[in-house]
């Protein structure tokens, strides 16, 4: 089965940072795209970024593009979001997913793979 095992959440004053980490096992393919949705109480679901497993495509959401970084560690199966320059708005709790798709990640269509999410507060 596929597990995916977010962390690194917390809190954090306005323009600091934070990273966050999602360990994945189980899969059988190499061709999948992990990466990160957020969502804020009385707000959708938004996705956040991701990463192609099999060609290092990405995807930011305009909302976080030149503060968040995507990166992944093939060897410990690890998928990490550098979290800058955060801001108050960024404050939601953010679920690891994957998919098959990277484009599921700019979509309504909920992703295949679900993780357990990890609160990151921004503080003003």
């Known amino acids: 089965d596929v597990q995916l095992q977010a962390s690194g959440g917390g809190l954090v004053q306005a323009g600091g940072s934070l990273r966050l980490s999602c360990a994945a096992s189980?899969?059988?393919?190499?061709?999948?795209?992990i990466g990160w949705f957020r969502q804020a109480p009385g707000k959708e679901r938004e996705g956040v970024s991701c990463?192609?497993?099999?060609?290092?495509?990405?995807y930011y959401a305009d909302s976080v593009k030149g503060r968040f970084t995507i990166s992944s560690d093939n060897a410990k199966n690890t998928v990490y979001l550098q979290m800058n320059s955060l801001k108050p708005e960024d404050t939601a709790t953010y679920y690891c997913?994957?998919?098959?798709?990277?484009?599921?990640?700019?979509?309504?269509?909920?992703?295949?793979?679900w993780g357990q999410g990890t609160l990151v507060t921004v503080s003003s």
């Open positions: 997913a994957a998919d098959p798709s990277l484009g599921v990640f700019d979509s309504r269509v909920p992703p295949t793979y």
């Open positions: 189980g899969f059988t393919s190499d061709d999948y795209a």
């Open positions: 990463i192609s497993n099999s060609d290092g495509s990405t």
